[in-house]
């Protein structure tokens, strides 16, 4: 170090210079090649099925789409070319849903994924319409089936659809019609994904006007592959209907009966517990309704073992027997397939 009037003169090595530059654009490099990686996916980079299930932001389980969801603004730019459209869907989207299928624009709500598949949201919109499309892909891209599961339409507006997805991808669908003021007719369908892509109904609930001599079955539409699944009878209006549960070592089940002449009543549905062969057992989990089922060939026993006034006339119990009824033809599964 040398001086200069007084003042100190630092001499630097033009060596250290150009080391020092070098180590600074490598160590840049990295960091500038990591921002391009976190840049978001555009229509034009999609190149692999990965790429378009980037356009869809992640959605958190459960999820409710519904006519907000529809009806949010969202610029056109935002929106899946036709192009993308046709590489990843089959000309028969649409197929039973929109009967206008040109001038549509379709825009991607989100998705979420399991071990097997992959779900996508779709919004498609035209002609005064807004459906929202819940799409299935399998783990290699592939297009498996859809199902409509939110409608807006603009002049009429008197039929909404609305779907909530679970944490088990359950997928509730409700259908809201207005019939009239103060008058409103609810439909609801639980569906599940299988495999192949297509959608089986679990369960039908409504709050639709039904005959009073035709007793309404709520679990009528469960699998019912157990050797003591099915409906037992004990006379009109009497009926114990078992169905399989998801769980194992669990069935669901629903009574009605009517005593009396019907003037003593008394209906129940919920989730029992196998004990052994040939015995269940069904325990309200916040109250003293306890109820015994206890099946030999051909029927079921039933035996309430603790108050069950809540369900119930006060002169009247669940217990009897009820006989086996012959089961029905077995139907075709109700599946919505992509065709």
């Known amino acids: 170090m040398q001086f200069l009037q007084g003042y100190p003169v630092f001499r630097i090595d033009s060596m250290r210079i150009f080391a020092a530059c ?28 990965g790429d378009f299930l980037e356009l869809f932001p992640r959605i958190q389980l ?34 039973g849903i929109s ?27 035209g002609h005064g319409q807004k459906d929202g499309i819940l799409c299935v892909f399998d783990g290699k891209g592939k297009f498996l089936g859809r199902l409509l599961v939110g409608r807006v339409v603009s002049k009429t507006n008197n039929i909404l659809i609305s779907t909530q997805l679970d944490k088990q991808l359950d997928i509730t669908v409700s259908e809201e019609e207005r019939l009239g003021p103060g008058k409103t007719l609810l439909r609801e369908k639980v569906y599940g994904a299988n495999p192949n892509g297509g959608f089986s109904l679990i369960l039908v609930n409504s709050n639709e006007p039904i005959n009073p001599q035709q007793l309404f079955n709520p679990i009528d539409s469960l699998p019912s592959a157990h050797r003591f699944s099915g409906d037992y009878t004990a006379g009109h209006m009497n009926l114990v209907s078992i169905r399989d549960a998801k769980k194992p070592g669990s069935f669901r089940f629903f009574i009605h009966f009517s005593k009396d002449r019907g003037n003593c009543t ?50 009247c119990q669940f217990t009897g027997s009820f006989r086996k009824k012959k089961p029905r033809k077995l139907r075709k599964p109700v599946l919505h397939h992509q065709a």
């Open 22 to 49: 070098c180590l600074f654009l490598v160590l840049l490099s990295p960091a500038c090649h990591s921002g391009k990686d976190r840049e978001p996916m555009t229509s034009s980079r999609v190149r692999t099925f």
């Open 62 to 95: 459960p999820y409710r789409i519904g006519p907000d969801t529809l009806d949010l603004m969202v610029p056109d730019s935002a929106s899946l070319s036709p192009t993308l459209i046709s590489r990843f869907f089959p000309d028969t989207l649409l197929r």
């Open 99 to 125: 009967r206008h299928l040109a001038e549509l624009k379709y825009f991607p709500i989100g998705a979420t994924s399991d071990s097997r598949m992959s779900y996508l949201l779709i919004r498609v919109q």
């Open 266 to 315: 008394g209906e129940v549905d919920g989730t029992g517990n196998w004990n052994g062969s040939g015995e269940g057992i069904f325990k309200e989990k916040s109250g003293p309704c306890q109820i015994r089922f206890n099946f030999g060939t051909g029927e079921v026993t039933l035996s309430e073992e603790g108050s069950c006034a809540a369900y119930r006339g006060i002169q």
